[in-house]
């Protein structure tokens, strides 16, 4: 008996490395399922986050700039060409945007609330 096992445990290693390097390999790719949940869930926490700030600027610019980044690196992840230009454009329009005053920020919530509920549909276009 323990012969067999000193036999298998070469081939369970080497498993163990095929499915470990499989594993890498799709998780540096987002399907169609996985981006069609994420990139609307990002821009609404987005929106609910920067109404609570607009007296803030400086917060307000930074969660505008965080979320740009995660929908960054989403559209560099997606497998799905749509959602990619859609959400590359998404985060170019988010990069786009700078609060540095109360002005900004009134003006800020307005484009991303606009701009937000448009991404919304291309996306839901996208995964029907």
Sequence with gaps: MRHLKSRFLPLALFAAGVLAAGCSEVNSTIDKAQACLEAPKIITELGAEISKLTNDPQAMDKAI???????????????????????????????????????????????VTTEGAAYVEKVAQACS
């Design 65 to 111: 700039d965080d979320a740009a980044g995660k929908l960054n690196n989403m559209a560099d992840q997606a497998a799905n060409t749509t959602l990619k230009e859609a959400t590359d454009s998404m985060a170019t329009t988010l990069t786009g945007i700078t609060v540095q005053d109360a002005n900004d920020a009134v003006d800020a919530v307005q484009k």
